[in-house]
């Protein structure tokens, strides 16, 4: 074993505090001060000093976040304080009631002030400290005795290893909530679909599985974090007098703090604080399920004290559920615009997220193979926000003998053509093409969408009237529609029909991109049209384009080149542009020389949380069409920053930097400018 001076000392102990500073302002604050890079340097030089001199290494060193032997089992660990459980409130009634029972316990008719917590949807554990140093790390298990997880618990960064700062408690034992943020979740669930593997159903489950991980190194690979929310035991330092008080206190040592806290004066605000977060409950970056109140003064919580298992003076304020069990009770198939064969669940009605949900998706015939699901089963639909329900697990303790096994149909349940799915797709999709009159209707209603030809007044009930009435069989129909073929329509009036002739008449002056994503041309989205009609300039260009040329179109990959080759190959489909040309459809062509067509070139872009009327992947595409760089982080060359819900630490950077933010009705507003000039 070498020896170390003085110097070396010095540089070892500065090293380990600027990398723990780096790793709380990473993982708790959320304010990175230096690149992933930079950070992967100063831990390597950490190891290498290590590996010279072993004798440096103890259990706070951040060297040590995964070490160790995969365990045999968990131990049973007994909490000297029992972490009890609270009791739920499902309405504003029993909000009310709890608030009454409170003032009358106290005696008092003054108002109480509550802290107000979102109840993250995870596991609780409880952290144990001496002389500021990590010792035990255990789960709730039933609020007595739980599970020592301590190995794991040193994986998860957001869980400081040491205190921080200079007067630290003797003793002190912090109870959280470990969770797994959305986004991770979701890429958690991405990896193991690669791998053909199980997935989890939910966060929580995802959550409560990580920490269960016999070996400490395949939970380092989950990115959980630990929200504080209270305190068992803090001996050696003045306890603060609030409950607010108490976890300001444990910020400055170190843990992560839910952002969100509110101090409500009375219940009043407590049930206005909970109106607020249910809107913006699905805007989150983790799963809540309610929120806590809790008297805000430690006096008064004595004061009230404790009921077998929970305490007097806190209540949890539960939100509808998010995933609920029900019954599939049939299978129906659809088609869509390009011949995509979608199989959709219908089920029992439930409850769920809010509303009442009877059906769901079940995207192909690969996820229900990986579901083994079956009509007749017990189903978990989960629905959060205004996502589309999804069947996410099936009830196989519940699974009745009779349930019949889903069979892909071979034929178009529409038209009877054949379906068929090539090796690189997951999708199967319908063989019948415009033969086909589910792929009619798709196609009329994206050629008339907003985003499209925007032709005001065209809705899905009329498409579906107007073609199986026989009045239109394509696109090109919509032009020589009349008043006399409009009006015995029904629920179609004289005015309403008159108006929809005008948009279609204004419909005809539109714009080479506009038409191209009007076309439904298979993988073309409307960054894809600007990207061709800004590099080839006409549509002859690009009908007559070859697939080198096509690749040679940054944004523009095989798979996409040969479904436009494809497209502009077909008779039909060279057809239906004639005739819709010959109709007034009308453009101008681009001037290639003109830079006008990539207005945003030099721009850095950033999109981040969840777009509704467009996805991410879509949004991206349409900025890469007009010469913007999309980059997946922030900084000060960032020019614009499009922010939907959920969006979290790019969002506050874009604050600090002052960069301009966009929501996502202002991003859609600002493409409409470009995309009707």
Wanted: charged share 25%.
């Amino acid at each position: 074993m070498n020896d170390i001076n003085a110097a070396e000392m010095a540089d070892y102990r500065q090293l380990v505090g600027e990398i723990r500073g780096h790793a709380h302002r990473y993982f708790v604050l959320d304010e990175p001060s230096i690149p992933d890079a930079e950070y992967d340097r100063l831990m390597r030089r950490l190891q290498s000093i290590e590996e010279r001199y072993p004798q440096l290494i103890d259990a706070t060193s951040p060297s040590q976040r995964v070490g160790g032997e995969p365990l045999s089992e968990f131990t049973q660990l007994r909490h000297e304080v029992p972490m009890l459980s609270l009791d739920n409130a499902f309405d504003a009634e029993s909000l009310s009631d709890f608030g009454r029972r409170v003032t009358e316990r106290l005696n008092q008719s003054a108002d109480v002030a509550y802290l107000c917590e979102p109840k993250l949807d995870g596991v609780a554990v409880s952290v144990l400290y001496r002389e500021g140093v990590l010792v035990r790390a255990a789960t709730r298990g039933d609020g007595f005795v739980g599970e020592d997880i301590t190995a794991n618990a040193k994986t998860i960064h957001s869980i400081p290893l040491r205190l921080h700062g200079v007067s630290v408690p003797e003793l002190l034992e912090v109870r959280g909530e470990i969770y797994l943020p959305r986004d991770g979740f979701a890429r958690l669930n991405a990896t193991a679909i690669e791998r053909g593997e199980k997935t989890f159903v939910n966060p929580r489950n995802a959550a409560a599985g990580s920490l269960r991980q016999l070996d400490c190194a395949v939970t380092a690979k989950r990115p959980l974090e630990m929200c504080a929310y209270g305190v068992g035991q803090l001996d050696g330092e003045r306890q603060p007098d609030t409950q607010l008080g108490m976890l300001q206190y444990l910020g400055e040592l170190g843990f992560l703090i839910n952002p969100h806290i509110f101090l409500a004066a009375d219940l009043i605000q407590c049930e206005a604080y909970y109106a607020d977060l249910a809107v913006r409950r699905n805007t989150l970056a983790y799963d809540i399920d309610g929120i806590v109140y809790k008297v805000n003064a430690f006096e008064l919580q004595r004061r009230l004290g404790f009921v077998t298992r929970s305490p007097r003076w806190a209540i949890a304020r539960k939100f509808p559920a998010e995933e609920e069990i029900t019954r599939l009770l049939a299978v129906e198939f659809q088609v869509g615009r390009t011949g995509a064969v979608t199989p959709v669940a219908r089920l029992e009605p439930v409850f769920v997220g809010g509303v009442t949900v009877s059906n769901a998706t079940l995207h192909n015939a690969d996820e229900i193979a990986r579901l083994d699901i079956r009509v007749g089963d017990s189903v978990i639909v989960r629905r959060a926000g205004d996502v589309i329900p999804k069947i996410v697990k099936v009830v196989f303790e519940k699974r009745l003998t009779d349930a019949v096994p889903i069979r892909f149909p071979a034929s178009c349940p529409v038209c009877n053509s054949p379906v068929e799915q090539t090796l690189d797709e997951a999708i199967a999709r319908c063989t019948g093409g415009l033969f086909c009159p589910a792929q009619v209707k798709q196609a009329i209603k994206h050629f008339a969408s907003r985003r499209a030809l925007d032709i005001d007044g065209l809705g899905d009930r009329l498409v579906e009237q107007l073609v199986d009435a026989k009045c239109i069989h394509s696109v090109v129909d919509l032009y020589t529609l009349e008043l006399a073929t409009l009006t015995p329509l029904e629920r179609v009036g004289a005015k309403s029909a008159s108006n929809l002739l005008v948009a279609i008449e204004k419909s005809k002056n539109t714009t080479l991109a506009k038409f191209l994503y009007a076309l439904g041309i298979r993988e073309v989205g409307e960054g894809s049209a600007l990207l061709l009609a800004n590099s080839f300039g006409s549509l002859e260009a690009i009908a007559d384009a070859s697939g080198d040329e096509l690749l040679d179109v940054e944004g523009i990959g095989p798979i996409m080149a040969r479904h436009i080759r494809d497209f502009f190959t077909n008779p039909d489909a060279r057809s239906i542009m004639r005739a819709l040309q010959e109709k007034g459809v009308r453009w101008a062509d681009i001037d290639l020389n003109a830079s006008v067509q990539t207005p945003l070139r030099a721009q850095t872009w950033v999109l981040t949380g969840s777009l509704q009327e467009m996805s991410r992947a879509e949004a991206k595409e349409v900025l890469l069409g007009l010469g913007a760089k999309v980059s997946s982080s922030v900084s000060v060359q960032t020019s614009h920053v499009v922010a939907g819900p959920g969006a979290g630490s790019k969002l506050r950077q874009a604050e600090t930097l002052a960069i301009p933010i966009m929501d996502e009705q202002q991003f859609i507003a600002f493409l409409d400018a470009y995309n009707d000039a």
